[in-house]
């Protein structure tokens, strides 16, 4: 009986992984990667292992595709962010939000663990080899081909105790986010961004500068690191019409209220659960539900260019069910106003949403 045997181009994670599921499923891979071994357009930097978003834990979902956590990974359970004005806000799960992961060719990082393992497997890897096309067909996985985003940063040795920081500011990542990340006497200090990027080593200046100032930050024998993404479809997939539907639940919902006189500055909805449609680029949103100060709310949304961030247009219209019973009659002092019910509105871009109170 012969054994399928399926070419895969790309020797990064995702090429990596569907190389273990097809011997998993008792088939053969041979895996095409252009650079000299796995993890090369790495350079030791952190990234983590996103555990937030599903009840699961990562690691056991990625031992069910076959993938063993032989890499060097650390839980983290609490990140402080900085918002726009420079606001501390500290985030804390009783579960490991993430699990801090190195990429590279050094001995530990997720590349060369899924490396090993792919060869360990059987997987016939051919590095040093450039393959565009497969004519009998197989799985493209190589990495990004456009720019979307650009990550600029520094990896250095240090003494300080693990933690986790990120800041939200155009000022440091147009678009996009700051980060500071330490564990093991490792750190990575970066700024992702998603726009202006001719001008990458004046924001990553200003990265470093926030958190010397903010968590006393001490660069030292710093090596830099760059890299580029892009979030968009492919062009095929563009100008297809891409449909989805699914559900989700978020621990909270925060959005800013820049409203002159509003006596919050940030509305945060408490256990969100939502339904989506996707239909081609729009995310179309026909249920939303959550607390906000002690009262229900329930509405719909729509998001249009929702692929990408920086271009999008959101309406949200969410119904505050009962504002007297929670503390949204009281805050907005809702009799004065001679008002019963209260809506919140958000409209915006998904990198700047912002938050409108309507009583009536």
């Given at each position: 009986m012969s054994t399928t045997s399926v070419s895969i181009v790309g020797g990064g994670l995702s090429g990596l992984a569907a190389a273990l599921a097809v011997v998993r499923g008792g088939g053969h891979a041979r895996v095409y990667e252009r650079r000299g071994e796995s993890g090369a357009r790495f350079h030791g930097d952190f990234q983590g292992l996103e555990n937030w978003s599903t009840e699961g834990d990562v690691l056991?979902?990625?031992?069910?595709?076959?993938?063993?956590?032989?890499?060097?990974?650390?839980?983290?359970?609490?990140?402080?962010?900085?918002?726009?004005?420079?606001?501390?806000?500290?985030?804390?799960?009783?579960?490991?939000?993430?699990?801090?992961?190195?990429?590279?060719?050094?001995?530990?990082?997720?590349?060369?663990?899924?490396?090993?393992?792919?060869?360990?497997?059987?997987?016939?890897?051919?590095?040093?080899?450039?393959?565009?096309?497969?004519?009998?067909?197989?799985?493209?996985?190589?990495?990004?081909?456009?720019?979307?985003?650009?990550?600029?940063?520094?990896?250095?040795?240090?003494?300080?105790?693990?933690?986790?920081?990120?800041?939200?500011?155009?000022?440091?990542?147009?678009?996009?986010?700051?980060?500071?990340l330490i564990c093991r006497g490792r750190a990575t200090v970066a700024t992702c961004m998603f726009g202006d990027f001719h001008n990458d080593k004046q924001y990553l200046a200003r990265t470093v500068e926030f958190f010397e100032k903010s968590v006393g930050l001490r660069l030292q024998d710093a090596r830099a690191f760059g890299g580029f993404g892009n979030m968009s479809p492919e062009a095929n997939v563009r100008r297809g019409k891409l449909t989805a539907d699914g559900s989700g639940a978020f621990d909270f919902l925060q959005v800013p209220v820049p409203t002159p006189g509003s006596p919050i500055r940030e509305a945060r909805i408490e256990g969100v659960s939502l339904s989506f449609l996707i239909r081609g680029k729009s995310l179309l949103i026909p249920k939303l539900a959550g607390t906000f100060e002690g009262s229900q709310v329930d509405g719909t949304g729509e998001i249009i260019q929702a692929l990408s961030p920086r271009y999008s247009s959101m309406t949200f219209l969410l119904r505050i069910r009962n504002p007297f019973e929670g503390r949204v009659g009281m805050l907005f002092d809702m009799l004065s106003k001679n008002a019963k019910n209260a809506n919140l509105r958000i409209v915006g871009t998904l990198t700047a949403p912002r938050g409108e109170f309507q009583f009536f």
């Open positions: 056991e979902e990625i031992a069910s595709f076959g993938i063993e956590p032989t890499f060097d990974h650390t839980p983290f359970r609490e990140c402080v962010f900085f918002d726009p004005d420079g606001r501390e806000h500290v985030c804390r799960s009783q579960e490991p939000l993430w699990y801090l992961v190195r990429r590279g060719t050094d001995v530990g990082t997720l590349d060369q663990a899924l490396e090993a393992q792919a060869l360990a497997a059987g997987v016939d890897i051919e590095f040093g080899q450039t393959v565009e096309h497969l004519p009998e067909g197989g799985i493209v996985a190589y990495g990004p081909r456009r720019v979307d985003a650009i990550a600029v940063g520094h990896v250095f040795p240090t003494d300080r105790a693990d933690g986790a920081f990120g800041a939200v500011s155009d000022r440091l990542a147009p678009g996009g986010y700051a980060y500071l």
